[in-house]
């Protein structure tokens, strides 16, 4: 047996992400566990389990939501609460026991209970409309908030008083308090009447005793708990642990014994500022990196000799025909996130000196960041530059003219609008976009993996300032380290379809050293070099 150890963390907090489906996700749910699981998942190569560690009442919608809800899994804190469901409910907030003439005010984005004209509670809904939370209420204070589990049932309830969080307590499935986390030192007390959590392992139940009644935080009980687990599974699995710096430490006390692969995802982890980690690194049985370049990185940071460690990235490749063919104008994306300040503006002025040869060429600013404000920022920072150039201001509107002019290249126009912004959170909206998009021009020092991965997908043509193995220069794409020179390669792919065909073709036979197929290989080998140590 394989287990997967996520990091599926809120703000390095024991807990998921779940949030509120009006606000906009200001952060990606995908990771290289993720993808791994993925991959295990389809192709059935080798047994595996999710190990979970975090509370996670949702987690069959996460699942749903990452395209893996029947992956098999092992969860801490349902262990905790002895919770033996496995199956999500249909549950409707009219379930709940609400007084008599209770009023419902249905608002754009919650629902409020009202009672004999006062606020009493306030319904939150998760993306799937699930029920997550209900704030209760007196005289117009927050009183107590009850977190809902996706499988029908109060799973914790917070307690305030004058509206500051006093403690947290983690109920099982009938409503009976488990542990109680205190918010003023973090300290956690477990229920001396109801003192036990369950281990589930191959269709056995076995009930056990705290070792305490008094904890001082809450990743001693995690650590408590999973070692219990732990002492269940068989000598030849192995473990996947996601390198997080809030489980790293736990996790080398309580797999010592066990065999080990690192997952390193250079997006979550920064290995310039954990030397203590270094130890696990040194370690582990076998190290998986996501990119070559952060493989590197990590025997650089070791400053030794690694046999143990390769690179797997997460992101597999899918022939997936774009539709930029059948677009009237040709989209140029052009990534910005991390781009210093006078490469940014270099950037925009080579791209606007390019614009007036190709009355059909656009210009999409691609960001992952999820302030509200950034689209507008990065189109004032682009207007002030064209304007020092002595360009068109007006070819980088404000963010609400750009929505009705896009596309406008009408003659009627003085002024048609060639930048746009493009601000992609989730892997889902990326791809769409990257599908409209007819080349990339990515002038980073560290581009992102899955904007190289999907581009690949796609086929489109990459002109990059940074070596890749999945851009051979001259093939489809170009490496170029001199932004003055970047127009003579867009020319090259925007002024016919010959060029950008053939990039296209090349993309594809690239693309083959990144299938499922090949991936999973990969990690067989390294399954079997880690089982026969």
Not at 133 to 145: G, I, P, S
Request: one cysteine or more; aromatic letters at 12%.
């Amino acid at each position: 047996m394989l287990y997967f150890i996520p990091a599926w963390y809120q703000q390095n907090n024991w807990c998921e992400n779940e949030q509120y489906w009006y606000r906009g996700r200001m952060h990606t749910e995908f990771d290289d566990t993720v993808k791994h699981i993925q991959l295990f998942q389809r192709s059935k190569a080798y047994p595996f389990k999710i190990m979970l560690l975090s509370f996670a009442p949702n987690f069959r919608h996460f699942l749903h939501r990452q395209s893996v809800f029947h992956a098999p899994y092992w969860s801490c804190f349902d262990a905790i609460q002895e919770i033996k469901r496995k199956k999500m409910t249909m549950f409707s907030y009219h379930n709940l026991n609400w007084p008599e003439n209770i009023e419902f005010i249905y608002t754009q984005f919650i629902l409020l209970a009202i009672l004999h004209g006062k606020k009493y509670a306030r319904l939150e809904f998760g993306e799937d409309g699930n029920l997550i939370q209900v704030d209760m209420y007196k005289n117009d204070k927050l009183q107590r908030r009850n977190i809902y589990d996706d499988r029908g049932f109060v799973s914790s309830t917070i307690l305030y008083e004058d509206e500051k969080p006093v403690h947290q307590d983690y109920l099982n499935d009938k409503g009976v308090w488990k542990i109680r986390f205190f918010f003023s030192d973090g300290h956690v007390e477990v229920n001396p009447k109801n003192n036990t959590f369950l281990i589930e392992y191959q269709n056995e139940d076995n009930i056990m005793e705290f070792s305490k009644l008094s904890y001082e935080n809450i990743e001693h009980v995690i650590s408590e708990v999973l070692a219990a687990y732990l002492r269940y599974v068989e000598k030849s699995d192995l473990f996947c642990v996601a390198m997080h710096e809030l489980h790293l430490d736990m996790l080398k006390r309580e797999l010592k014994d066990k065999k080990i692969i690192l997952s390193y995802y250079g997006e979550r982890f920064d290995i310039k500022h954990r030397m203590d980690d270094l130890s696990m690194i040194a370690t582990a049985d076998y190290i998986i990196a996501d990119s070559i370049d952060n493989l590197n990185r990590l025997k650089k940071r070791t400053n030794r000799v690694m046999k143990n460690i390769t690179d797997i990235t997460p992101f597999d490749t899918r022939v997936d025909f774009g539709i930029s063919q059948q677009l009237n104008v040709q989209k140029i994306l052009v990534p910005v996130d991390g781009m210093a300040e006078d490469r940014f503006k270099q950037l925009v002025v080579t791209l606007g000196e390019y614009l007036p040869t190709n009355e059909n060429a656009s210009v999409h600013l691609f960001t992952r960041m999820a302030n509200f404000d950034r689209k507008n920022e990065l189109l004032a920072k682009t207007r002030k530059y064209l304007g020092q150039a002595g360009m068109e201001t007006g070819w980088a509107l404000e963010q609400d003219d750009t929505k009705k002019a896009e596309n406008v290249l009408d003659a009627s126009e003085n002024i048609p609008v060639k930048f746009f912004v493009e601000q992609c959170v989730d892997e889902l909206s990326v791809s769409k976009c990257i599908r409209e998009q007819r080349l990339i021009v990515d002038m980073r020092k560290n581009p992102e993996l899955y904007l190289r991965i999907t581009g690949l997908s796609v086929g489109i043509p990459q002109i990059i300032a940074r070596e890749t193995p999945f851009v051979e220069d001259g093939k489809n794409g170009f490496l170029i380290k001199d932004i003055e020179k970047v127009n003579g390669a867009i020319s090259f792919y925007l002024d016919g379809l010959t060029n950008w065909n053939e990039a296209m073709i090349y993309s594809y036979e690239i693309g083959k050293k990144y299938t499922t197929n090949v991936l999973i290989d990969k990690w067989k080998e390294v399954i079997d070099i880690v089982r026969c140590d």
